[in-house]
């Protein structure tokens, strides 16, 4: 320490930088952020660039200065004009995002350009999602390939869940479900959500792997557990089919209660229709009116229809034909053959 400080009070940056880092760490000094801050601004000022990528992080969150995107955005900028890749990927993003520097999608995809050529995953990530939707630069799925492929190879978990949509949609490259289903693999042994789902999906169809019912509820199940609506409604369809596990009712109500409160009309239907009927559940009129709205609203013309039900027969709701015929008359535009039937069309 002592030493450090005799060099730092020479005027060298790179002893500057050694302090900050000391003071930020706690390594051989008590941690003091404020300290730390002031000896990173010392190095920042002499040119060092680690120290200038530093001190635009501290007043990015604040940390031992007063937190000012302004300042934040200088120092990334003199760290990045002196190739500091952390630096030019941070400073892409608060182009990217109008943070503390107006807003601008092609300066952002300039300075993530310079990060991913130096190897920055997240740069490259960030690149091929500008490059697919054609933000800031001339769009070309064949370019956000290469550049998701590079992230992903690094083992970027975005990156190698979006090579797997590229290859599963046949965006930029041939369509293949076999590598679709390797990288949807290698994402969902990282614990991305959507990427379990996805690889479930395609255990469940055989679609680029050998149908496998087991495996496919054990990944469904992993994404379903993490929240995602679409695995937790999966899931659903799974026990009521008995693929890969034991049929049961209550089950099957439970995985679809879970989609429906999170707003799949077809999982609120189910809802309504299993509460209409008592499957895995009491019957109840009254639920099944609610989630049948919920559905209904929506659009669904089989949950409008057994709304029609409800209101006609007084159901859970106060009877009225008027609704009923309202509903019986949505479902029937949508093609619904029972709401036709009742209409006398």
């Not at 760290?79 to 520097?101: H, P, R, S």
């Not at 998701?148 to 978990?157: C, M, P, S, T």
């Not at 965006?171 to 590598?179: F, K, L, S, W």
Request: glycine share 12%; hydrophobic share 45%; net charge neutral.
């Amino acid at each position: 320490m002592d030493g450090w400080r005799a060099v730092a009070d020479e005027g060298h940056a790179h002893a500057y930088f050694n302090l900050a880092t000391m003071f930020r760490d706690g390594m051989g000094v008590p941690q003091g952020i404020v300290e730390a801050a002031r000896w990173f601004d010392l190095a920042a000022n002499h040119g060092d660039s680690q120290a200038q990528y530093e001190l635009g992080v501290m007043y990015d969150s604040g940390r031992g200065v007063t937190q000012s995107h302004v300042e934040a955005a200088r120092w990334y900028r003199e760290a990045a004009d002196q190739g500091v890749q952390e630096a030019q990927f941070n400073l892409g993003l608060m182009y990217k995002n109008g943070t503390g520097v107006q807003q601008s999608d092609e300066e952002a995809v300039r300075w993530f350009k310079k990060a991913a050529l130096q190897g920055s995953a997240e740069a490259q990530q960030s690149l091929g999602i500008m490059l697919k939707k054609g933000t800031g630069v001339v769009q070309s799925d064949v370019e956000a390939v290469h550049w998701f492929r590079e992230a992903a190879n690094r083992g970027n978990v975005l990156s190698q869940f979006s090579l797997a949509r590229m290859f599963h949609l046949g965006r930029g490259v041939a369509q293949n479900n076999a590598e679709a289903a390797r990288w949807y693999q290698r994402a969902a042994d990282q614990g991305f959500a959507e990427a379990q789902y996805y690889l479930g999906s395609m255990y469940d169809e055989g679609q680029g792997v050998a149908q496998c019912y087991v495996k496919a509820v054990r990944w469904l199940k992993k994404a379903a557990d993490q929240g995602v609506a679409r695995a937790q409604f999966h899931m659903g369809i799974m026990v009521a089919k008995g693929r890969g596990m034991v049929k049961s009712d209550t089950e099957v109500m439970r995985w679809f209660l879970k989609a429906a409160e999170q707003g799949i009309a077809m999982a609120q239907y189910n809802v309504g229709f299993n509460y209409m009927n008592g499957i895995g559940i009491a019957k109840n009129y009254t639920e099944a009116a609610k989630w049948c709205k919920m559905a209904a609203d929506q659009g669904f013309n089989e949950a409008q229809y057994l709304l029609g039900v409800l209101f006609e027969g007084g159901l859970g709701v106060a009877q009225s034909n008027s609704k009923a015929f309202r509903w019986y008359k949505s479902a029937a535009s949508q093609g619904n053959a029972m709401a036709r039937q009742r209409l006398g069309m």
